[in-house]
């Protein structure tokens, strides 16, 4: 993976030394190269930052077209591009390098904007094409990859991979987007287009960006679209469809394994989905796959017993992970920096050590399980809304309290209710987080977008006629938490944000469009059958792993919280930054409210402590995300 930046300045020349100061913001995402590019006439500009992975010697970037009148930058992996390759050699195309980036150039060249259909994998990418003078962004269609953009008054846009490096050109300084905010304060997530960070936009997955220096387009390409129950294939199918879809599980692995193997390796919990992935994996690799497993001081949350169990099953190598109060201490500033998000758990922080132990070990890719609840309604609270919002007690766990299962009153989601006819589960909860987190805002602050507003626009952002209306509830609450959920913090915080800071590319079988694509029209009764999600997935996992892995329940990667842990060092932690007198001075919290929520959790039961971790963590991580980035109240 890589880090890529675009200026197209109309009204004055684009700087080199601000294009490299851009460009060098991303270090991280690329150690082993930088490549620049600026136009004749000086008023466009390409930056990159290299993570070779593919022909090392020729695969430099910026990549110019034969004819030099197309340039690209492109941060992520195209699988299947030998084919495309040569596909358009027949056409007459040349090629200069052996990497799979430069095919970019040329399938926009033979089908113009129409290219990304052609692409399979996980990228975000810039073009230049001189002869339109325009610049076009365009993202892969969950999100996986980062792209980000400012537009100034005076029309200059620079887009690339993270806020950071538009910080560093000095276009746009890093100031707090309110109506974001209020938005993730609220219902957890930013709004789709939106970041925390003032006149600085995300690109939406699927979504292409058009700007000629006058007027600025953004195209869908793609979108998730579960289709309509009738449109499905027949559950009587069981047999012949656990088969494809075990053949294009495996073909997804495949295609991620295509580069040296001793620079791959695998993230690991006690679950099916990574357990699968890992397991699949081996039957491609001549020894046995490393995998590394994040391990907890805290019965409930530890799943290395579970790890070593598949590790030994599946003759993989494994490294645990030890993450403890301390340790969540010393790096949680540092994940909330390099994420550009803010946190519901320490999940954040784990995930963040957890890549760093990989780059340590000497790997720079990393195959990871997200992905397959979406694919295939793993979630236990997608299993309640397909039992009409029913919860059963064996449901309200620790881990799951408040996250995925609502604890307590919650925001009014009456408009969300009047569109669907139900609420989805996950959004309950997160009006239940939002609740007692806009009774922790200042005044001031909270007066600026009323939950009501913000609830509304929530609803009226997505396609509900079009994606939403005529399926059932499970494929409904699953759109929703994709374009919320899985983009814009799953993959992007979680994901991205954690592996790039260690420059690790984290590649995500279960997001293969093509399997997903396949995956979508499985029935319902195929996926949650007999109480048991993911059903059919465990069918083909039934080949690979233990029974007791295949038949062990989800259980989401969550950290414990600070307030479970023997070990005092996180609860000192959180009470030493809100008694601080900085705390105070960021003007988004009402202070004494924040530590009272604080001082009170001694009194609350281990539910209704884990059902406050989210809010306390979103407290936290705006704070530190204030103080690394110097925002201005």
């Not at 084919?83 to 090629?95: P, S, T």
């Not at 957890?188 to 287009?193: G, H, W």
């Not at 000629?212 to 199918?237: A, C, M, Q």
């Not at 609830?455 to 919320?484: C, E, P």
């Amino acid at each position: 993976m890589c880090g890529i930046v675009g200026i197209l300045s109309p009204a004055q020349e684009v700087s080199r030394d601000t294009l490299i100061s851009a460009t060098r913001a991303l270090i991280h995402r690329g150690p082993d190269g930088e490549g620049i590019w600026i136009s004749k006439r000086k008023n466009v500009g390409l930056g990159h930052r290299r993570l070779s992975i593919i022909d090392p010697e020729g695969g430099v970037q910026p990549l110019l077209s034969l004819d030099g009148s197309v340039i690209a930058v492109v941060n992520g992996e195209l699988y299947g591009y030998k084919k495309i390759r040569a596909d358009l050699q027949k056409k007459g195309y040349r090629f200069r390098t052996k990497t799979d980036s430069e095919v970019v150039l040329y399938l926009y060249q033979e089908y113009g904007l129409k290219f990304v259909d052609h692409l399979r994998g996980e990228f975000a990418l810039i073009i230049y094409d001189t002869k339109k003078h325009t610049i076009i962004g365009a993202r892969d269609r969950f999100g996986i990859k980062p792209l980000q953009y400012h537009l100034d008054k005076k029309g200059t846009l620079i887009i690339a991979s993270e806020a950071k490096a538009l910080f560093a050109s000095g276009y746009v300084m890093p100031r707090w987007d309110s109506y974001s905010l209020s938005h993730s304060f609220s219902l957890q997530y930013a709004p789709q287009d939106r970041t925390l960070f003032k006149d600085v936009y995300q690109l939406k997955p699927g979504h292409l960006l058009l700007y000629n220096g006058k007027s600025l387009r953004i195209k869908k390409y793609w979108d998730v679209t579960f289709p309509r129950e009738h449109e499905k294939f027949s559950e009587r199918d069981e047999k012949s469809l656990t088969r494809h879809l075990e053949s294009l599980l495996k073909e997804s692995v495949r295609l991620r394994l295509q580069t040296d193997e001793a620079r791959y390796c695998c993230h690991l919990s006690g679950g099916i989905d990574s357990a699968l992935i890992a397991a699949l994996a081996t039957q491609y690799s001549r020894k046995p796959v490393h995998c590394f497993t994040v391990s907890f001081p805290h019965h409930e949350y530890d799943e290395i017993t579970a790890a070593r169990h598949v590790a030994r099953f599946i003759g993989a190598t494994l490294t645990p992970v030890m993450v403890d109060s301390r340790a969540m201490v010393e790096s949680f500033s540092d994940a909330v920096y390099c994420s550009e998000g803010l946190a519901i758990n320490n999940h954040l922080v784990a995930k963040y050590i957890l890549n760093q132990r990989i780059r340590n070990a000497g790997y720079t890719i990393a195959l990871t399980g997200e992905g397959s609840d979406e694919a295939f309604a793993g979630y236990v609270h997608l299993r309640a809304d397909a039992s009409g919002g029913i919860l059963e007690n064996s449901e309200q766990e620790v881990i799951t309290a408040g996250v995925h299962f609502p604890v307590g009153q919650s925001l009014h989601l009456d408009r969300i209710r009047k569109k669907l006819g139900y609420v989805p589960t996950f959004l309950r909860a997160k009006g239940a987080i939002g609740f007692i987190m806009r009774s922790v805002l200042s005044e001031s602050f909270k007066r600026r977008y009323p939950s009501d507003v913000l609830i509304k626009d929530f609803i009226h952002s997505v396609d509900v006629k079009g994606q939403l209306l005529g399926r059932n509830s499970v494929d409904q609450s699953s759109y929703l938490w994709i374009k919320f959920a899985l983009a814009n913090y799953i993959l992007k915080t979680l994901g991205d944000g954690t592996e790039m800071a260690h420059s690790i590319e984290g590649r995500v079988p279960f997001l293969d469009h093509i399997l997903f694509d396949f995956g979508k029209k499985i029935p319902l009764t195929l996926k949650i059958k007999n109480n048991t999600q993911k059903y059919i997935l465990r069918k083909v996992a039934q080949n690979y792993l233990p029974e007791e892995i295949v038949q062990r329940p989800k259980q989401p990667f969550m950290a414990p919280p600070f307030s479970m842990l023997r070990d005092r060092t996180g609860m000192e932690f959180l009470q030493d930054t809100f008694r601080s007198r900085a705390f105070a001075y960021i003007g988004l919290f009402n202070e004494k409210k924040a530590i009272a929520l604080l001082d009170g959790l001694s009194e609350k039961s281990l539910r209704e402590q884990t059902a406050l971790e989210p809010v306390l963590m979103l407290m936290l991580s705006a704070f530190f995300l204030r103080q690394r980035y110097g925002i201005s109240v």
